[in-house]
């Protein structure tokens, strides 16, 4: 099954265009990036994908029913700037808030959902500061914060808009390790990232964006130097060594089977 389904996904933000006639797939089950140039659509493909933004034209299915069946099955991890860090809330309330989709009406958080909020945390390595007040964090720690409120949300499907933007070489490893970790257990993951070099040694699946669907499917077919050039434009010569690279990771990734 396809955990995500666009066919011809038209956003426009007032006469601008945000995003064109987007038709693409990405299976379950894989660890998958969206890709492109700055303002090629990438974070409002993930806002379109959960209800964010309306879509002009166009079909969503997530996990195989319409984006508003899917919601608690689905958990949506924004970027740093979409949030108010001065909101007076602990870490383990904002993690608490991953359970919000698992609670009856006006039911408050049950023991199993403190006990699901802190293994999240621990999963983060943030358990020690549960108590502190969220925007005393540093930019890192954020992170890890609304990383542990995904999993506490015990998703099948996670869209995380630029989780690594800003962070610190040990958050990234925690954030990569967890994400390698939930493919694993069978989850998908869907990352909005910047790092070509990155995805291609840690991402199997791309979406290659540029307003349009420049190409999507396995990392080694979609992350050619030509498909790049055609999405970015210039720097050939970057271009070209991600492509090299993502050939060699492949190339050893294939012999170690």
């Known amino acids: 099954m396809m955990a995500i389904e666009c066919q011809d996904v038209t956003v426009f933000y007032g006469q601008r265009v945000a995003l064109w006639g987007v038709t693409c797939e990405i299976p379950s089950g894989c660890l998958a990036a969206i890709v492109g140039p700055n303002g090629a659509g990438k974070s409002t493909l993930l806002r379109a994908l959960v209800g964010l933004v309306p879509i002009r ?43 919000y989709g698992h609670l009856k009406p006006f039911r408050r958080p049950q023991p199993q959902d403190y006990e699901r909020a802190w293994e999240a945390l621990r999963r983060v390595g943030l358990d020690p500061l549960a108590r502190r007040q969220l925007g005393e964090l540093s930019v890192g720690q954020q992170q890890r914060v609304f990383l542990a409120r995904a999993l506490a949300q015990d998703a099948e499907l996670y869209l995380m808009d630029e989780p690594f933007a800003g962070i610190d070489a040990a958050t990234e490893r925690v954030v990569l390790e967890t994400l390698v970790e939930l493919r694993q257990a069978g989850k998908t993951v869907v990352v909005v990232h910047h790092d070509l070099h990155v995805v291609a040694s840690h991402f199997e699946w791309v979406v290659l964006l540029n307003l349009r669907v420049v190409a999507a499917g396995p990392a080694e077919e979609v992350l050619t130097a030509s498909r790049l050039e055609q999405a970015y434009g210039g720097h050939s010569a970057l271009l070209g060594e991600v492509a090299r690279r993502v050939a060699a990771y492949r190339d050893i990734a294939g012999r170690g089977r």
């Open 57 to 99: 034209r166009g079909q969503i299915r997530l996990l195989g029913e319409v984006p508003e069946r899917a919601r608690r099955r689905v958990s949506y991890m924004p970027q740093r700037e979409r949030v108010d860090w001065d909101f007076p809330l602990t870490v383990l309330d904002v993690v608490l808030m991953g359970r």
